[in-house]
């Protein structure tokens, strides 16, 4: 069974644009969870989607953005990008809903912000 | 507020030696807690999972426990082995329903 998958895998924009993600979970999975990692935060939780509705959602600034397919396919926006949206950007899928279930990552996207 | 914490940040080790990796946490409402495993670059790989009835799981040369009381859980590494370098990080699920993440320890096996 394939794993999740992102794309692209790397990015590099600059401050002021916008940036879409794209997560397509294991075949099966309902509930997409997205994940940003910095070298000083940690990871730290985006928010997640389960049968296209946003079950739950970080303390993130509403540049953040994510929307869920019918296919479960999920992408997340960024909009106005600045220098510390730098990171990586991980999905997770999983079977059921919430994030008490086992967990599947993604490699991640790298983005940079110029 | 949930805080997972992860200490040391980073160890270094000769091949062969028994591990234990410590998590603790400072809400002992949880309901499960996951060890992940990350390389270089790469995305998570899922280790173990604990749910908050249980106190430990096994998996090949990893062991983990889970002592929800004291709020902390110990990943057992026996006979390490340098494909077993790698940042470890432990995640807890509890009341604010999100996986809230240690900021991991860098694990080196040297050969």
């Known amino acids: 069974k394939a794993g999740v998958t992102q794309t692209p895998r790397y990015l590099i924009k600059t401050r002021g644009q916008q940036v879409t993600l794209s997560c397509s979970p294991i075949?099966?999975?309902?509930?997409v969870s997205w994940y940003q990692q910095t070298p000083g935060q940690g990871l730290q939780f985006l928010f997640e989607?389960?049968?296209?509705?946003?079950?739950n959602k970080g303390n993130f600034p509403g540049r953040f953005s994510g929307r869920q397919f019918s296919n479960s396919r999920s992408e997340m926006n960024v909009s106005t990008l600045e220098l510390g949206d730098s990171a990586l950007y991980l999905c997770?899928?999983?079977?059921?809903?919430?994030?008490?279930?086992?967990?599947?990552f993604g490699p991640g996207t790298r983005l940079t912000v110029l | 507020k949930q805080e997972v914490t992860q200490i040391p940040a980073a160890l270094s080790v000769p091949e062969g030696e028994n591990l234990v990796l410590n998590c603790s946490f400072t809400?002992?409402?949880?309901?499960?807690l996951q060890w992940f495993r990350q390389d270089p670059g790469k995305g998570l790989t899922s280790l173990l999972l604990?749910?908050?009835?249980?106190r430990e799981q096994t998996s090949g040369r990893l062991n983990a426990s889970l002592d929800k009381s004291s709020g902390r859980s110990t990943l057992y590494i026996a006979a390490s082995q340098p494909g077993d370098s790698a940042t470890y990080l432990c995640?807890?699920?509890?009341?604010?329903?999100?996986?809230?993440f240690g900021k991991g320890m860098k694990l080196t096996v040297n050969p």
């Open positions: 997770a899928s999983s079977s059921l809903a919430g994030t008490y279930n086992e967990q599947f």
């Open positions: 809400d002992s409402a949880i309901y499960n």
């Open positions: 989607y389960f049968s296209e509705t946003q079950r």
């Open positions: 604990i749910q908050s009835s249980q």
């Open positions: 075949s099966g999975h309902r509930s």
């Open positions: 995640a807890v699920y509890g009341g604010s329903e999100k996986l809230v």
